[in-house]
């Protein structure tokens, strides 16, 4: 059944049955209809053709007719399916400086396919031949130790998921009078997740042996920026890993091949690639990326410094910015949720600009430090809506409204952005980023 006039108001039996499940305002369902629960016929409110013929009369098409293309070394993506990092044209001025964003409207699940992982670069990607790079841990040890990658290979390691996000990650959403007109990727795409399997800090820290005294490590990368960051003992110890793998294949050079220091749930900065060294100390280094960046100005003038988790944030990645809703009818309003200090406990929406809002089904799998989809039903009817997500943490961390979090800062600080986002759904069923 298709309702092919688009403009006509959706009515129907379906339509009435679905309303009396209405769990706030403007059209949104309760989560009941997402778990298994009939959605009372609703096929009519999608897009479902009723079959004219049995199946077996489909016409048969021309791949089904002759042997297909042969198995291959390495698999990419269907030619219909060509989804593509949200990259800038090249840094002219300071060549391999950039970032390029995951397209977080165009994927489902969580985990972020490894060629669409975003990069953050200070100076390009150095391109290491692993047999002749090496980890070196020293400082308060009370024994140096330098690791080759075949080394590093030999250790126990450990596999976990973990979201990373840059902290300047959103960061055009803390800007200006008016929002800018971008997709849930371009704004928000500097956030990604993956499997990392690598060897735990602890278990290096333990065969190099703490000296008396030591309280932070300070890590530098091997490529041309030298970044480097500071990080405290207990963080280190509690769950650091130099990653080795990501999704299962060697870690990308774009991540930090042939390794990485990951930091879970904190900025994405301080998750050093191309990791060279790991000097234990008595203070942080304060490195130019913990001094004159990466800290959050505040209205008094000062910066906050070693900010480190990433705050408790929701972004609706489906309907959202520069999407088109071309039919009347049921929709799934998904997103996803993540936060530095735990796991997600809930996720709301509102579909009414934060008037009233409805519990959304949240994964059940939830992982501490990890990317949670969530989903709802909505109905839409033509009507203009606003559609935000808030979520909360397992520590009880409530993302903020844009207006809270603007509050807090200069209105120079573009870092650690967690602000509610709002996407404005016109008439026409235009999408658009908005302050609301
Ligand atoms: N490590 C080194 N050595 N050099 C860098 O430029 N960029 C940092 C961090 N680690 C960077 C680095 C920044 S700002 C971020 S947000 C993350 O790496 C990005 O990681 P990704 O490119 O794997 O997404």
């Known amino acids: ?15 009435i049955a679905l309303l009396k499940d209405q769990v706030a305002g403007n059209g949104l369902i309760s989560r009941r209809h997402l778990l298994g629960l009939s959605l009372a016929g609703a096929g009519g409110l999608v897009t479902s053709s009723v079959l004219a013929a049995d ?23 269907s030619s219909h399916a060509q989804i593509k990092r949200l990259a800038p044209a090249p840094n002219a001025i300071s060549p391999g400086t950039g970032a390029s964003r995951t397209p977080l409207h165009l994927l489902q699940g969580t985990i972020t396919p490894n060629s669409l ?15 002749q790079h090496r980890l070196v841990l020293h400082g308060m ?45 371009g704004l928000h795409g500097l956030l990604s997740c993956a499997e990392w399997t690598g060897v735990r800090l602890s278990t290096l820290l333990d065969e190099a042996g703490v000296a008396p005294g030591a ?22 110890l509690r769950d650091v890993i130099i ?22 749930g904190w900025e994405g900065n301080v998750s050093v690639k191309w990791l060279t060294q790991i000097k234990l100390t008595d203070g942080p280094a304060n490195f130019r990326d913990e001094t004159s960046r990466y800290t959050e100005l505040l209205p008094d003038g000062k910066s906050l410094q070693f900010t480190y988790p990433m705050g408790v944030k929701s ?25 530095g200090s735990g796991s997600i406990r809930r996720v709301e929406i509102s579909a009414d600009g934060g008037r009233t809002w409805a519990d959304a089904l949240i994964d059940a799998d939830q992982r501490e430090l990890a990317l949670t989809r969530f989903r709802l039903p909505w109905l839409w009817e033509g009507a203009e809506a606003v559609l935000q997500s808030r979520a909360t943490d397992s520590a009880g961390n409530v993302q903020p409204s844009r207006a809270a979090w603007v509050a807090q800062y200069s209105p120079a600080n573009r870092y650690h952005y967690n602000g509610i986002q709002s996407w404005a759904v016109s008439a026409q069923g235009e999408v658009k980023n908005v302050y609301a």
């Open 1 to 15: 059944m298709q309702n092919n006039n688009k403009n006509e108001p959706v009515g129907s039996e379906e339509r």
């Open 55 to 77: 199946a077996g009369m489909l016409p048969r098409p021309a791949w089904s007719m002759a042997p297909g293309r042969d198995p291959s070394e390495y698999g990419s993506p």
């Open 117 to 131: 992982h975003f990069e953050r670069h200070h100076a390009g990607v150095p391109d290491i031949d692993p047999a």
């Open 141 to 185: 040890v009370r024994q140096p130790l330098e690791f080759s990658y075949e080394d590093l290979l030999a250790y126990p390691m450990v596999s976990r998921v973990y979201f990373l996000e840059c902290s300047g990650n959103s960061g055009a959403n803390s800007a200006g009078a008016s929002a800018s007109d971008n997709s849930a990727g």
């Open 215 to 236: 309280s932070w490590i300070t890590a530098t990368g091997a490529d041309a920026a030298s970044l480097g960051r500071s990080v405290p003992l207990d963080k280190a």
């Open 243 to 264: 990653a080795l793998y990501q999704n299962g294949e060697p870690i990308r050079p774009e991540q930090g091949y042939p390794m990485r220091m990951f930091v879970p």
């Open 315 to 339: 972004v609706i990645t489906s309907p959202s910015g520069q999407m088109t809703l071309t039919r009347r009818g049921l929709h799934e309003v998904t997103g996803l949720a993540w936060s």
